[in-house]
């Protein structure tokens, strides 16, 4: 199956993002009210970077970083890996896991970013599959 197959494909198209000048708290703000684990930092639609719920931890919180004043540039994840949706899930999957990373933007053949997917988006997908095998069983 490939990743524009896949239902939460289909509902992540709306991706949460900011500009690399905005500021920790504005990416972290928005990500609170949106509920998104991840933003994707990007300058005229291209994917420049991804700031993480993880990213907050490590590069922010325990650093000591200045949240209003320091740009997101700064504690972003650069050179991610991105996913097309013509790509196999179950390879996504597996760099995901290989990676040790929960979120992959998916990105158009210029570059663009028109998608993002979690590992949460995986597992429902996962769990979706394997009920309707279970039930094709019975």
């Known amino acids: 199956m490939k990743i524009a197959d896949i239902p939460e494909f289909k509902n992540r198209t ?17 990500m609170t009210y949106r509920q998104c684990g991840a933003i994707a930092v990007t300058e005229k639609d291209k994917l420049v970077g991804i700031f993480t719920e993880r990213d907050l931890l490590a590069r922010v919180v325990g650093q000591g970083r200045d949240v209003e004043s320091t740009p997101i540039s700064e504690v972003m994840s650069q050179n991610i890996e991105t996913a097309t949706e013509h790509d196999s899930a179950i390879l996504c999957m597996g760099r995901m896991d290989h990676g040790r990373f929960r979120h992959i933007p998916v990105v158009d053949h210029d570059g663009n970013l028109i998608g993002m997917l979690s590992q949460r988006d995986f597992v429902a997908y996962t769990v979706r599959t394997l009920k309707e095998d279970s039930e094709k069983k019975k």
């Open 14 to 30: 709306k991706v949460l993002t900011c500009a690399p000048s905005d500021t920790i708290y504005d990416a972290v703000v928005s």
